[in-house]
């Protein structure tokens, strides 16, 4: 089994849910923040990167009770990441404090905790509120781009391109560290159209997420 590494976004500013919806409750009992973990996790990415915003982490650092159902916890420093640790395994987590310039500034700070070696054979993109994502949707994706070896791999439903992205990083690095904005990766994706590889997806798994109130009442539904 093939293990790439992956960067877990979560420095959203949550101002349409109107708190930080990533430590909303979901009807398992966990946060949205831990179903996240326990999601990419359980996949095959290795090492996990968790990019967070100022007020996630440090609640994530100095509230740990909130997150009794992972068990999660934050272990040593690592010059600009903590190393944390779960029931689902470990991973690094650092800190956004550019979270205001967008998606694109966690990507820069992800790929900053990763050594040249581990990005060798690509890189995961995903979303912290994704709470239908399955480690095993992430895994298809994570084997279909290790045989296909295209640029950029990533799902589409009802004509929505969704996450995770799989990206060649080596071929596209000079374009990532210039990355601005809140488009993520989305701008390198109309800039290389013929490196892209979009999977027809089943479900909404890869695009549902929670922006609002509403959307955790229709998760809960689904419950």
Known sequence: MEYIPGILLGAGSSE?????????????????F??????HLQSQISPLIAVVSP????????KTEIFAFSQLKIGKR??????????WGDGRLIINEDFYKGMSSSIKKGV??????????????SLADLPILSSETINFFIKKFLD???GFLLPVFNDITGHPVIVDFNRFKNDIVKLRGDVGLRSLLKKYPKAVKKIPWEDDSVIFDIDTPKDLKRLEAIN
């Not at 007020?55 to 100095?62: A, H, T, V």
């Open 78 to 87: 690592f010059d600009t990441w903590h190393a944390f640790s779960c029931k």
């Open 55 to 62: 007020s996630l982490g440090k609640i994530i650092r100095q």
């Open 34 to 39: 831990e179903r996240a973990l326990g999601i």
């Open 148 to 150: 296909e070896r295209v």
């Open 16 to 32: 349409r849910f109107g708190s930080e919806k990533l430590l909303a409750y979901l009807p398992s009992g966990e946060t949205l």
């Open 112 to 125: 900053s905790c990763l050594t040249d070696e581990e990005k060798a054979d690509g890189l995961v993109v």
